[in-house]
Structures are given as C-alpha cells and as structure tokens.
Nanobody, 125 residues
C-alpha cells in the first residue's frame, strides 16, 4: 500500500487541524494504521493508532483527549483530528501502516512497513 498524507499547516495554539492519509493499493483493510511525528532534533514518536476494522484505538499520553484517529476502509483513508493544539505539537506528521505485529497496540515505528511522506504541522504560541 502507498500512503499520502495531507492537511498540515500553520495554526495558533488552541486551534485545530485535520490530517488525512489516503492509501492506494488493494489491501488497505489488512493494515492497522498509525500516525507518528518528528520534531526537529528529536526522534520520531508515536501519536495514535487504529486497528484494521477501526474499533480499537490507542493514543500517546501527550495527545489523549485532544486528538482523534479514525479510518474509512471504503475510502481507504485514515484521519487524525487534532484539537486544542499546543506549540509542542509542532512536527512533521507521518501516517503509516502495519500488516501485523506481536501485540496490540502497535506503538513502535519498526512494526510499520508502509510510510507516507510527512505533512508539516506548526503551532504558534
């Protein structure tokens, strides 16, 4: 599966953005999907993940209650609704797909085999 993320931009603290990731290929439904982010000078970190059917979701503590991940298997897409944004949310955001892993939730980057190009999110104070 190939992934293309979009929806990033510049927003003031407290604002919202909705990131979208569209997949091409035939087996999107066989991938658990996740979002990761990487700020300058920092390692890539897990943000959120959603299971194959969309019924299970898991979030990093830093975004819990503010971000919502969802997927539409018919549209082959996964979204990340980001509310109450903070300057520390500034990063390059990546969507990724994992066919399988040792245990759910999939929070480590090395479980994910498909990656899209990042979309930049900048939150000003």
């Amino acid at each position: 599966v190939q992934l293309q993320a979009s929806g990033g931009g510049l927003v003031q603290a407290g604002g919202s953005l909705n990131l979208s990731c569209v997949a091409s290929g035939r087996d999107f439904v066989n991938y658990a999907m996740g979002w990761f982010r990487q700020a300058p000078g920092k390692e890539r970190e897990f943000v959120a993940t959603v299971s194959w059917g969309g019924n299970r979701k898991y979030y990093a503590d830093s975004v819990k209650g503010r971000f919502t991940i969802s997927r539409d298997n018919g549209a082959m897409s996964v979204n990340l609704q980001m509310n109450s944004l903070k300057p520390e949310d500034t990063a390059l955001y990546y969507c990724a797909g994992a066919r399988s892993g040792s245990s759910w939730p999939f929070t480590t980057a090395n479980v994910y085999s498909a990656w899209g190009r990042g979309t930049q999110v900048t939150v000003s104070s």
